[in-house]
Nanobody, 128 residues
Framework: QLQLVESGGGVVQPGGSLRLSCAASGFTLDNYAIGWFRQAPGKEREGVACMTSNGGANTNYADSVKGRFTMPRSNAKNSVYLQMNSLKPEDTGVYFC????????????????????WGQGTQVTVSS
């Protein structure tokens, strides 16, 4: 069964950094779309970053995180990461990774409904 496990969340001061990990099991990170989402208290879940296995070097980032977040991956470890730098209080929330399996397009899905597998989430708190 496909499973996703996030880790790396915690409490950090504004301006600090965190590196989140998403480890996948039950499938190979091939022909997929994988994204990071977050949900802040009282807000709707939003996409943070997304990439596809067939999208080359292209990674999509939300405008709010461009220049601060990156999404490295390790196919050998079936893992992706979210490197978060220059964190702001508004980055606080529960972060999820999600996978759309058997995704052959170069572009990311247009809706989170296409992501059929979700991790349990990891809490990120940015506070002084």
């Amino acid at each position: 069964q496909l499973q996703l496990v996030e880790s790396g969340g915690g409490v950090v001061q504004p301006g600090g950094s965190l590196r989140l990990s998403c480890a996948a099991s039950g499938f190979t990170l091939d022909n997929y779309a994988i994204g990071w989402f977050r949900q802040a208290p009282g807000k709707e879940r939003e996409g943070v970053a997304c990439m596809t296995s067939n999208g080359g070097a292209n990674t999509n980032y939300a405008d709010s995180v461009k220049g601060r977040f990156t999404m490295p991956r390790s196919n050998a470890k079936n893992s992706v990461y979210l490197q978060m730098n220059s964190l702001k209080p508004e980055d606080t929330g529960v972060y999820f990774c999600a996978v759309a399996a058997a995704w052959y397009g170069a572009n990311c899905p247009r809706t989170e409904l296409s992501f059929g597998s979700w991790g349990q989430g990891t809490q990120v708190t940015v506070s002084s």
